[in-house]
């Protein structure tokens, strides 16, 4: 099940937060996906160094979005009061988030995740639909040929009315989430499950994944599915008559006990985490539901248990999540990976003055084995240089392969505009070595294109034009080489 497209939609995007102006509602669409990435990992129970990374990329696409947003209302405002206050939103913005994440040392990963989606999705709903769509219709209204005071009067008649209504109806979605926070994770879980919910019947109990087990009403076991039998190591004939206090010893806990019968009497069912102690001493958990099964009477009389291992259920998201953004053969970032981790470095580079090199790199000579020795031996090729080509990377650096024989490798955090160039040398020489492959040696070289942010302004698209045209370069000056792309000489 792919959680990238079965996300927890705390705020889902509407047509109504369009703002008219197709590259910011883009960026918008993108703020958005991050609250829904943040509302999984609370359900998912992240760790620090996500709740670290999810900050990190915030703080960077924010600025990269408030410097294309602050050029386009430059355009059609420039010196009016109106740009200087959402300027200022900007900074108050970054301000909030900085102090968000200095709490994160002092309270729990999960209350920090909290309050980061109580922020976003408050600031989002009045930055969005208040602030960004008002200055949008005047844009727009001056792109008609209004005056600017047409324009702004015509925008606050549009804004009034329905508008605050829609901020309102968005600001109670958070409402409604936090109060169901615990839930949250429940909800998830029950959707990869949906076919395996509560039956007597016992085909379903014998061939769903999941861990069932049935008790009377006084919690002995009467029957259980394999899935259950495993997890506890016992057979049906040694379960059955035991209690599930005696099984799942998280039960144990006599006022957490008697608080799920009092809730399943009333209710009907009870959802929640339960730790348990394994045979061999280790310490896990399940996310547990019991339901209550009643007689023709409405008298209880079985109890309906369904045990879900959140390790299993984490470890299937970040498998379907990596396999959605990178190669199958190489195993490295594809061309959607690149075009974040892009943004995410040239916004890096403008907030903290360092630079970025960005070197295309297509092997030489690659074909003529492609075609003699057949896709196989090209794969065993492909697959080589690409470890290659990360044992000599940092942890913060990336490469990407975007096609064919062809990678992008981003250099992050330069101190010096030339600081690539010994790196690279070092990657050449290693993509000559030969490579084994049935009982042979195979050879081929690489030409690098490279260009240098901020020194060559663009947008990542620009940017990775300039650097394939410099690998060109490279290639007819004799490949095996890596060239720098000449920015005056272009123009």
Known sequence: ?????????????????????????????????LINLLACGLAYQSDTAELDRIFSELADYAAYHFKTEEAVWHNHLAGDEWE??????????????????????????????????????????????????????????????????????????????????????????????????????????????????LRLAANAIENTLEAICITDQCANIIDANPA??????????????????????????????????????????????????????????DWLTLSSIKDEYGAISNYVGIFSNFSRLSGQWHELQHMANHDALTGLPNRLLLADRM??????????????????????????????????????VLREVSKRLQSHLRLNDTVSRVGGDEFVILLNDLHKPDDFEELLVRILSEICLPIGIREQHVFVTGSIGVTQF????????????????????AKNLGKSRYQLYQIAKAN
């Open 1 to 33: 099940m792919n959680l990238m497209n079965e996300s927890i939609e705390v705020f889902p995007w509407n047509d109504n937060f369009s703002t008219g102006i197709p590259l910011i509602d883009e960026q918008h669409k993108r703020l958005i996906h």
């Open 84 to 197: 200087e206050e959402h300027k200022n939103s900007h900074n108050r913005f970054v301000a909030d988030l900085i102090e968000l994440k200095s709490k994160k040392d002092h309270v729990s990963v999960n209350e920090t995740l909290k309050d980061v989606l109580s922020f976003l999705t408050h600031w989002l709903a009045f930055h969005i639909l208040e602030s960004d769509k008002h200055m949008s219709k005047v844009a727009l209204g001056l792109q008609s040929g209004m005056t600017l005071t047409e324009a702004k009067l015509q925008a606050a008649a549009d804004m009034s009315g329905s508008m605050k209504v829609l901020i309102e109806t968005v600001l109670s979605m958070y409402d409604t989430l936090s109060s169901r926070t615990l839930e949250l994770i429940k909800e998830v879980i029950d959707r990869q499950k949906a076919e395996a919910k």
């Open 228 to 285: 259950f039998q495993q997890i506890t190591q016992q057979s049906l004939n040694a379960l059955i008559g035991k209690n599930l206090r005696e099984l799942k010893s998280g039960l144990n806990n006599e006022p957490l006990f008697t608080g799920i019968i009092a809730t399943l009497a009333e209710e009907g069912h009870w959802s929640g985490e339960v730790k348990s102690r394994s045979q061999a001493g280790e310490t896990y958990t």
């Open 454 to 473: 901020p020194h060559d302004r663009g947008e990542a698209d620009m940017l990775l034009a300039h650097a394939d045209s410099a690998m060109y370069q």
């Open 343 to 380: 943004e995410l470095a040239m916004a890096h580079a403008e907030r903290t003055g360092s630079f970025l090199a960005i070197c295309y790199l297509d092997l030489d000579n690659f074909k003529p084995v492609n075609d003699t020795l057949g896709h196989t031996a090209g794969d065993l």
